[in-house]
């Protein structure tokens, strides 16, 4: 165990946060190129960013929506979220695993983070809840969905469970389940809908880019499917 | 359904027109979409990914589909805000399911991910079946785009269901109603969606003028063709058939108000169903207004009460207009204009009933037209009662996204698109619901005939028609446009 302990901590992770990085790099590159073609395809470039900027500022801290649907859901939601951001970046291990390459942030003391994660962790239990048994939720569900709830919930609950000194299986068994889960889960983000995590603002942007249509365009998917002589209506 | 043998797009042969004719009509769904050139083709999934494919070449959908395709979250919040969904708790209602139907094909068949997938883990392919299932999905919302409200990550299903349609209809698959008003409108005698002939429309003006003086005791015209005016006025032109308060109500507004204004006689519907199914007609339509703007110098296009046509005038003007922008107002904009500037005289007690509003979705969702006619009822009404939710947030009167003009779906439309409207209405004890907008008020009369609700029904104008003092005789004669006196007249010699 201690082996593939140290497999995961040592040669893999640099290859997780490669694939990562540069996959999600590679998603805002493509969504931010293909939005300002859009954009300049629009035969009205008069897009209102101020007000989509507003909006997209409104839903990172979406508190003022939370009990309009699904009230548990959302809050639970929201309290995932925040638990889960929070608790990844400000954990002082997570952030020493960047110290050799002589990056330092603040870190939030351990109790903070555990509270933090139980947040998470409730989040989590809550949404895969609602998967399960609400029926409109359900029926929206693919594989996918569950897997990453699942997923998740091995990540925050065995890195809060290793932290436990109440812990009865042992430290190497949860950091091992810890980090394979959370490496599939950096794997993953640049390949499901985690990419949100960047892509989110994306999301907003293109559904107002998106009405603003192409000018002639209608003439030529006419032309195009029916020739020049195009079609009565 | 028409494909027992759930057959693949490969394995099925390109067809002619005529050859469909005798394909039976499956009655498993409530009301069909095929126009009568291309009954039922066979090849019903192979012309779907092709005109998928051709409008993503030529248009700003694809960018849509992709940033879509990487970040729905399937959260199933737009479930709880869905009218539809609320009265069916059908699954395809949700309307996160309804656009993964679209995005699903989108990555299956013009994504590499998809396309690998398919070679590796085998292949789904797209059916009639499934075309046939998501044409019903896409007419059962009613693009009122609720949904998009409540959304966390920003989805708009309101433009997958109007791009689905549009794929939809480029493989020859359209509501018959629809397509058969927009064939008159563009290629048709009248040019218009309701065929009304010029004369017809003249006469009805003629006798709209005689009929506002006797109510109020004062002149009013309605200038036709008259060059340079201020506005050009387009309203639906069933309004001209169904209307005649509505109408009375803003030529009253705009005379009391001094409005240069006119209405062409090329031209004189505002009604643009591509908003609901085709960004072609939509583009062809938008520029019939312009041209007719263009042709008669106006300075402004003025939309009656109706909601779509506004939204589509407004929003997408700009996108097609192809020379000088003209800049569209909503009727409601100017009256408030007038009446904020001391113009209009409302008396405050001639509409002493409960009156409530009902904000068309195509003005209100993007908080565009909220306001204002709350301003304009509440100066003259007595008794006037918001709906909850309303503004923003308001539902759907069951009938958007071009429903209303299917007769085929009366029964949908009263039982499950409007029921929520229905009870909203039943909620606030009104006794009059005014709905500015054509679409709206037809769908609402029939909702309270339906649940025997006894409720008017009317336009804003109607009931500013009820209250409005007029100036004196001497006054009217300013009413726009340098207008002839015998403008109708002539109008009717010349027919």
């Given amino acids: ?233 | 359904m028409v494909d027992s043998k759930q057959e693949t797009i490969s394995q099925q042969t390109p067809t002619t027109v005529v050859e469909k004719k005798t394909t039976a009509e499956p009655k498993k769904q409530p009301y069909f979409y095929h126009l009568d050139q291309i009954p039922l083709s066979q090849d019903r999934a192979r012309m779907f990914l092709e005109s998928f494919a051709v409008i993503l070449r030529h248009t700003n959908y694809r960018p849509v589909l992709d940033i879509y395709a990487r970040n729905m979250a399937h959260c199933a919040r737009c479930a709880t805000t869905c009218p539809v969904y609320q009265a069916t708790e059908d699954p395809r209602d949700i309307p996160c399911y309804r656009s993964q139907q679209i995005v699903d094909i989108y990555k299956r068949y013009f994504t590499l991910g998809g396309w690998l997938r398919a070679k590796i883990l085998g292949d789904d392919p797209l059916t009639n079946q499934k075309v046939d299932e998501i044409a019903e999905s896409l007419y059962r919302c009613t693009a009122c785009r609720r949904c998009s409200i409540e959304c966390p990550m920003g989805l708009d299903h309101g433009l997958i269901t109007h791009f689905g349609r549009y794929v939809l209809s480029e493989a020859g698959i359209a509501p018959k109603g629809l397509v058969v008003s927009v064939r008159e409108q563009l290629e048709g005698k009248t040019r218009n969606t309701s065929a009304v002939p010029l004369p017809a429309l003249v006469d009805t003006l003629q006798f709209l003028e005689e009929d506002f003086e006797s109510m109020k005791n004062a002149k009013v015209r309605f200038p036709m063709d008259v060059s340079g005016a201020e506005y050009i006025f387009f309203t639906p032109v069933s309004d001209y058939l169904m209307e005649a308060e509505t109408l009375m109500g803003i030529a009253g507004v705009l005379t009391a108000g001094g409005v240069s204004w006119t209405i062409g006689t090329r031209v004189y519907d505002a009604i643009n169903y591509g908003l609901f199914y085709n960004d072609w007609v939509l583009d062809r339509v938008e520029n019939e207004i312009i041209g007719e703007a263009r042709r008669l110098k106006a300075k402004n296009i003025l939309i009656g009460e109706c909601g779509h046509a506004s939204r589509a005038s407004k929003f997408f003007i700009p996108t097609f207009n192809r020379g000088k922008p003209i800049p569209v107002v909503n009727i409601i904009e100017l009256t408030y204009s007038l009446l904020q500037a001391g113009k209009l005289d409302l008396d405050p007690n001639v509409v002493t009933e409960k009156v409530t509003y009902h904000d068309p979705c195509n003005l209100a969702r993007t908080g565009w037209i909220i306001d204002q006619p709350r301003a304009i009822l509440r100066s003259f009404v007595k008794d006037f009662v918001e709906m909850t939710p309303n503004g923003r947030e308001n539902y759907c009167c069951g009938g958007g996204g071009g429903t209303v003009s299917l007769d085929e779906i009366h029964k949908f439309r009263m039982e499950v698109g409007g029921r929520t409207k229905m009870e909203q209405i039943r909620a606030t004890g009104a006794q009059i619901v005014v709905a500015p907008c054509a679409n709206c008020k037809k769908q609402l009369r029939e909702l309270m005939k339906y649940h025997k609700l006894p409720v008017e029904v009317v336009g804003l104008h109607d009931l500013i028609l009820r209250a409005i003092r007029m100036p004196n005789a001497s006054a009217d004669q300013s009413d726009g446009a340098n207008a002839s006196e015998s403008s109708l007249v002539e109008f009717s010699r010349s027919q």
């Fill in chain 1, 1 to 233: 165990m201690e082996e593939l302990l140290d497999f995961l901590k040592g040669p893999l992770l640099p290859f997780v946060f490669m694939i990562f990085l540069l996959g999600l790099v590679r998603q805002v590159v493509l969504s931010t190129w293909a939005l300002i073609e859009a954009s300049r395809k629009a035969g009205d470039t008069n897009i209102p960013y101020g007000r989509v900027l507003r909006n997209i500022a409104t839903w990172v801290f979406p508190v003022a929506h939370l009990h309009r649907s699904l009230p548990v859901f959302s809050y639970a939601s929201f309290f995932f979220h925040v638990g889960v951001v929070m608790s990844a970046i400000f954990l002082r291990e997570h952030i020493d695993l960047f110290g050799h390459l002589g990056l330092n942030w603040p870190s939030i003391p351990r109790p903070y983070v555990d509270w933090l994660a139980l947040l998470a962790l409730i989040g989590l239990t809550v949404l895969l809840g609602y998967r399960i048994y609400v029926r409109q939720s359900r029926a929206v569900s693919s594989f996918a969905d569950y897997a990453i709830l699942v997923l998740l919930i091995l990540t925050v609950g065995m890195g809060y469970l290793a932290g436990q000194s109440w812990n009865v299986i042992p430290y190497n068994v949860t950091m091992v389940f810890h980090i394979a889960a959370g490496s599939a889960i950096l794997v993953l983000i640049p390949f499901t809908k985690l990419a949100h995590c960047l892509l989110y603002p994306f999301v907003r942007l293109s559904s107002e880019i998106g009405w603003h249509f192409t000018r002639d365009a209608g003439y030529d998917v006419v032309k195009t499917l029916y020739g020049p002589e195009g079609r009565k209506i």
